[in-house]
């Protein structure tokens, strides 16, 4: 089967989504709403719809045979175990009272999340990215990228740009690294003699997605994005005008002029951006089936 990594982006929202309506709809029950009101009714109703998003995708990844990604997975497990240890009652105290030990582990767990939700979309690419290889070295990389654990990786047998993909991402995701004698590194003592490392990037926010522009573009994107904002503004309004009345010959040339910069201005975003799209895939097998044999 094909696993893309915008089905991974989109089980992640949907998943955010629908915890985040079920903790609602348990505090509105908590605090007196009965079947049939019509503020329950309304979040049962979108709770409805966002399973219903999320079923085929959660269906089709429970039977993948997929190496997953989620970094600093053995901080988060840890802090989960402690948690756990409380009691509901406890932990229902910790979150009205914001404090107490299981409310500042609570927090600490909360904050690695959050900031794997706000990767979301690279860690969907490298997650991808780790499925296309054998597995021995995918999970070897898992561990390295996840917690830092182990030893540098073979990664001789992909091309550069596979292997400077890897790096970037990685780096993307907090892990500083370098490929060095053809095997992937977090061995700081290498990365000034390194044949690939990450490069000079700055994180820039598009609506709810984390983009990234290389440090000497920066300039260059903040004024392509004001462009683009001016841009659209001026085809709203003239789109409302020409809903309200008949463009003059002189006004219907202005508007095909600015639609035509606004489409221009989109795809120089997408030249200053890297991985705007998320178009990354892999062929996975189900659990239990045979492993691939893959070619680079």
């Given at each position: 089967?094909?696993?893309?990594?915008?089905?991974?982006?989109?089980?992640?929202?949907?998943?955010?989504?629908?915890?985040?309506?079920?903790?609602?709809?348990?505090?509105?029950?908590?605090?007196?709403?009965?079947?049939?009101?019509?503020?329950?009714?309304?979040?049962?109703?979108?709770?409805?719809?966002?399973?219903?998003?999320?079923?085929?995708?959660?269906?089709?990844?429970?039977?993948?045979?997929?190496?997953?990604?989620?970094?600093?997975?053995?901080?988060?497990?840890?802090?989960?175990?402690?948690?756990?240890?409380?009691?509901?009652?406890?932990?229902?105290?910790?979150?009205?009272?914001?404090?107490?030990?299981?409310?500042?582990?609570?927090?600490?767990?909360?904050?690695?999340?959050?900031?794997?939700?706000?990767?979301?979309?690279?860690?969907?690419?490298?997650?991808?990215?780790?499925?296309?290889?054998?597995?021995?070295?995918?999970?070897?990389?898992?561990?390295?990228?996840?917690d830092g654990q182990g030893g540098d990786v073979d990664v001789s047998f992909l091309p550069?740009?596979?292997?400077?993909?890897?790096?970037?991402?990685?780096?993307?995701?907090?892990?500083?690294?370098?490929?060095?004698?053809?095997?992937?590194?977090?061995?700081?003592?290498?990365?000034?003699?390194?044949?690939?490392?990450?490069?000079?990037?700055?994180?820039?926010?598009?609506?709810?997605?984390?983009?990234?522009?290389?440090?000497?573009?920066?300039?260059?994107?903040?004024?392509?994005?004001?462009?683009?904002?001016?841009?659209?503004?001026?085809?709203?309004?003239?789109?409302?005008?020409?809903?309200?009345?008949?463009?003059s010959e002189e006004e219907s040339v202005y508007f095909d002029k600015?639609?035509?910069?606004?489409?221009?201005?989109?795809?120089?975003?997408?030249?200053?951006?890297?991985?705007?799209?998320?178009?990354?895939?892999?062929?996975?097998?189900?659990?239990?089936?045979?492993?691939?044999?893959?070619?680079?």
């Amino acid at each position: 089967m094909i696993i893309s990594s915008r089905e991974l982006v989109d089980h992640a929202v949907l998943s955010r989504k629908r915890n985040e309506l079920q903790f609602k709809r348990d505090f509105l029950l908590k605090t007196g709403a009965k079947d049939g009101d019509l503020h329950l009714k309304a979040v049962d109703e979108e709770l409805a719809m966002v399973e219903n998003k999320l079923k085929p995708i959660g269906e089709k990844l429970s039977i993948a045979d997929l190496l997953t990604l989620v970094p600093g997975r053995k901080e988060i497990g840890d802090l989960t175990g402690e948690i756990n240890k409380f009691s509901r009652a406890e932990l229902d105290g910790a979150v009205k009272n914001k404090a107490g030990a299981a409310f500042d582990l609570m927090k600490k767990r909360a904050v690695l999340i959050k900031s794997n939700y706000e990767r979301r979309e690279d860690v969907a690419r490298l997650t991808i990215l780790l499925n296309t290889f054998p597995r021995k070295e995918g999970e070897g990389l898992r561990a390295l990228i996840e917690d830092g654990q182990g030893g540098d990786v073979d990664v001789s047998f992909l091309p550069k740009e596979k292997q400077q993909e890897l790096v970037n991402l990685a780096a993307r995701l907090g892990r500083p690294c370098c490929v060095f004698a053809g095997s992937f590194s977090l061995d700081k003592k290498k990365v000034e003699t390194a044949e690939l490392r990450p490069p000079d990037e700055v994180k820039r926010l598009l609506g709810s997605r984390s983009i990234w522009v290389e440090a000497g573009k920066v300039a260059l994107f903040e004024e392509n994005e004001k462009l683009l904002a001016q841009l659209l503004a001026k085809i709203q309004s003239k789109t409302a005008e020409k809903q309200s009345r008949k463009l003059s010959e002189e006004e219907s040339v202005y508007f095909d002029k600015i639609q035509t910069d606004y489409i221009a201005a989109l795809q120089k975003r997408a030249e200053l951006v890297r991985g705007i799209d998320l178009a990354e895939s892999a062929k996975v097998y189900k659990k239990g089936a045979p492993p691939a044999v893959e070619e680079y």
